[in-house]
């Protein structure tokens, strides 16, 4: 007996083996639960798509700087121990065990992370993984951080214990008995990355909050919980915080001394601050930074954190909505002559040179 193949003979077999697949998926016979887990070849198949997803798009996603070469990576190391470790696992800290019973478990980094590149990192962080509990970077844009966080992970396979908890603020010390006295358990995790002083641990990332105004801390607070201003580390840290708690913390480290030293430097940069650059729409710093102004104060600011969110306002040139508040400094930002960024940058913080 012989079939003839006709086109509606395979019409009709493609649509019959899509209707059980639909009355088989509504059945609801296959079992989702995390618990039964993957067949092996399930999980294999996964793994090795996922695998060669990331190789293929990380070589046409991932910047050519993938990973940070300056600063100690404390803000990383934060935000990694507030929101990875549970997952993830660090040195000296095992996973939380409710955590490993998700379907994939999250990985070891200290083993996984040698089997990817500095641009496969990097991607994965960016965009997250489908199909598993890796979600994509809480903040567009900020590649920065991303940065960061891949040469964080990227050392967590040589990190001892001792190392990661001074690095994330947990060794002790870095957190003091007076902020605990204080009776916030909020003030430990701000601690753990601006320090008990408020100056940042030294980072070039982390901005100076003592002598900060205290209602821009807590407008910036609120900012970063609902998202208009961007950032995956302070937006993890500010979600959960309540407005009296906010307008605590603002408090805190407001009152602290660090910003109000007297700008001092390069003479172009003076101008810049006290005059503008008229001939290119260039306001001057100090009609919106300057004493009694709303905006935040400059002056005494670490250098290096100026000129990186200058230049992170710059962005790519993309045009923007200058009728948002929020894109003012973007506007001004790409004013400013890319070679008297870095000056600026140490007049407002007071450095000579």
Known sequence: MTIRLTWKRAVAALLGVVLAGLLFAWSGIFNIAASSGHWA???????????NSVKTHSFFDSPKDPIATDGQLVSAAGHFAAAC????????QRPSPVMQEAMPPAPDLAVNARQWTDGQLFYILRHGVKYSGMPAWGAPGRDDEIRRMVAFVR????MTPAQYRTLAGEAQGAGTTDVRALGSNVLAGCVACHGADGRGRGQPDIPILGGQRPAYLETALAAYADGRRGSAVMGYAAATLTAAERRALAGHFAAMPGLGAAPQGDPRARVIVERGLPERQLPACASCHG???PQPVLSGQRAGYIAARLRHWKGDGKE?????PQNVMPVIARRIPEELIDPLARYLAGERG
Do not use: N, Q
């Open 291 to 293: 004493a009694g102004k």
């Open 320 to 324: 923007i909505d200058v009728r948002l």
């Open 155 to 158: 050392r967590l396979p040589e």
């Open 85 to 92: 470790a549970s997952c993830h696992g660090a040195p000296g």
């Open 41 to 51: 070849v399930t999980e294999w198949f996964l793994h090795w798509t996922m695998r």
